[in-house]
């Protein structure tokens, strides 16, 4: 029987299995799954795990999830207030930066295994690992160096340190970023990760200019991957396009898997790509929430006709929002089967 | 190229860098030459707002430069207005906040900035902000435009947001006096959104938001 992974591989190598890897990102729908509110949920890794393979045997997809929520990395990095939404993924409530002064203050865990605050995500992985390792690519999502002060400060906050602020605090911090970047990709990596979502909208010309990227976000983006090398790491700019990088990204730090936007051009990015990785064209599921049956399978079937020539090729979503209809979902998914065949 | 038309060059180059400083020191640098603060927020400021509106479908903005324009441009035209020699007229008066239960504030902070340069009043009522908040400083402060940013699906869609404020206008019988613009990530993945949250407009970007909620003040004022 072909697993998840065996058509993860294939299409990582160019050559063929059934049909093409199928990934869809379901997080808070996990707590519908369970019938339990989403603040519960998010508070056990049995829970996210139970859900995540209940989800993975319901749909019939490629991939399963550890990441809970995106504020995870704050609270390694000693936030201790989430706000909780009933429909939907927390919010950082409370940041750990409030002035530059924090920024001296800030310490990067030693071991992040061990940290409290990884101690459900461990929970959740161990399972995980157990029940499908080496048969469904395991999924984490980890920030950047670049854009992990935005979870810390606040965005503005943030782009008015990155632009306006002191060079020397901004560096601290960037550097600081950086360690902690490191040790959660070896944490993640040692409880048995496959695929890691190396996210950072200053990755993409949509959030800088390329003057910027070339100057400022692609040494620190090099300087990352360099870290911690390639294997596993998708290229992801949180939504935002990035067809206009990939060249040098690819030249530059040898990244071989593209996440692209929703709003990039698949043809495009994957001309671009080329032979020299997988790309992976994302739907627009905000919209799942309110096309029709038919919507869905004739935008799926325009991903699939701009990227499946050629094969190399995975369908994805971005972060599937809580209240689409179920039937929607699947009306997306069984597209996905029918029209990722080779 | 004259004097003027070069310093906007200058000016533009530097936004559009977002290299503040050195947009700050081409303003301070033609103010000592004889440029009137009239001159630096009419022929400078504003019409480098209105170029990045036109650029704004292209590939050739970017959000941090509409963050950066917004700041330098609120803050170089705050510093300017105090220097009118005649009192101005304020265009028009907005109160902007997120939606309930959304924390991200960069979208109307660039909002707030852009308006300020064109001489608008705003009330920036912060983060998580309930309904019934929007309304009542709206009420209180005469706005003719509520703006609602939201980040998140559930906090655009949800039923504390755009659709809890239209639903109290609609109550108050305020509906031709205050209009409602939404923003934020969501509405940039679906341009209906703002139908199905019973906004009256929408902006894909805080720079176009400026636009779209001066036209919602003239709409009110006719």
């Known amino acids: ?342 | 190229m004259n004097k003027l038309d070069q310093i906007i060059e200058d000016y533009k180059e530097a936004v559009f860098d977002t290299d503040r400083q050195a947009a700050l020191e081409i303003i301070n640098e033609a103010t000592r030459n004889g440029i009137t603060p009239e001159e630096v927020v009419f022929e400078i400021v504003i019409p480098t707002i209105h170029s990045m509106m036109e650029n704004v479908s292209s590939l050739d903005t970017n959000l941090a430069q509409h963050f950066i324009a917004a700041q330098i441009a609120a803050e170089i035209t705050e510093v300017m207005t105090a220097k009118f020699p005649e009192s101005y007229t304020v265009a028009g008066s907005v109160v902007i906040g997120t939606s309930a239960g959304d924390l991200h504030g960069l979208g109307k902070r660039i909002v707030t900035g852009c308006l300020k340069a064109f001489m608008i009043d705003v009330t920036d009522l912060g983060l998580n902000v309930s309904p019934e908040r929007f309304v009542d400083e709206a009420v209180a402060r005469g706005a003719e435009v509520i703006g609602i940013s939201s980040m998140m699906v559930h906090t655009a869609r949800g039923e504390n947001g755009c659709l809890k404020v239209r639903q109290i206008l609609r109550e108050r019988g305020l509906e031709q006096k205050i209009k409602i613009a939404v923003g934020g990530a969501p509405y940039r993945f679906d341009h209906n959104l703002y139908k199905t949250v019973q906004a009256d407009a929408w902006a894909e970007d805080g720079i176009q938001a400026c636009k779209v909620i001066m036209d919602l003040i003239e709409e009110v004022h006719k």
Not at chain 1, 28 to 47: F, H, I
Not at chain 1, 183 to 195: F, N, S, W
């Open chain 1, 1 to 342: 029987m072909i697993t998840g992974m065996d058509r993860l591989v294939a299409a990582l190598n160019g050559t063929v299995s059934d049909r093409a890897p199928v990934f869809c990102n379901l997080f808070d729908q996990g707590a519908k799954e369970l019938q339990v509110p989403l603040k519960d949920y998010y508070s056990n890794g049995e829970y996210v795990a139970e859900a995540q393979l209940k989800m993975l045997s319901k749909y019939g997809y490629d991939s399963v999830w550890s990441l809970f929520y995106v504020g995870k990395e704050a609270e390694l990095l000693g936030c201790n207030q989430m706000r909780f939404a009933e429909d939907g993924p927390p919010n950082v409530e409370d940041f750990v930066i409030k002035n530059y002064g924090d920024v001296g203050r800030l310490k990067v865990p030693d071991d992040i295994a061990s940290h409290p605050a990884f101690a459900e995500s461990s929970k959740c992985l161990r399972i995980l690992k157990r029940e499908v390792g080496g048969k469904n690519p395991i999924c984490a999502y980890v920030s950047a160096s670049m854009i992990l002060p935005a979870m810390l400060m606040g965005m503005d906050k943030w782009m008015e340190l990155l632009f306006m602020g002191p060079p020397e605090v901004r560096d601290e911090l960037l550097e600081k970023c950086h360690e902690f970047f490191v040790k959660e990709i070896q944490a993640y990596r040692a409880a048995g990760v496959d695929v890691i979502i190396y996210s950072n909208p200053f990755g993409s010309t949509d959030i800088i200019s390329m003057k910027y990227f070339m100057k400022h976000s692609l040494p620190w983006i090099k300087k990352d991957i360099e870290a911690i090398g390639t294997n596993g790491i998708v290229y992801y700019c949180g939504t935002a396009r990035m067809n206009r990088v990939i060249n040098t990204v690819i030249e530059q730090t040898g990244l071989a898997v593209f996440h692209l936007s929703p709003l990039d051009d698949i043809a495009e990015g994957k001309a671009i790509v080329a032979n020299r990785g997988l790309t992976c064209g994302v739907i627009n599921d905000i919209k799942l929430i309110d096309w029709t049956q038919d919507e869905i399978k004739s935008e799926v079937k325009r991903i699939f006709d701009a990227g499946m020539p050629g094969g190399k090729f995975l369908f994805s979503t971005a972060v599937m929002p809580y209240n689409i209809p179920e039937n929607n979902i699947r009306a997306m998914l069984e597209a996905a089967y029918e029209f990722g065949k080779y």
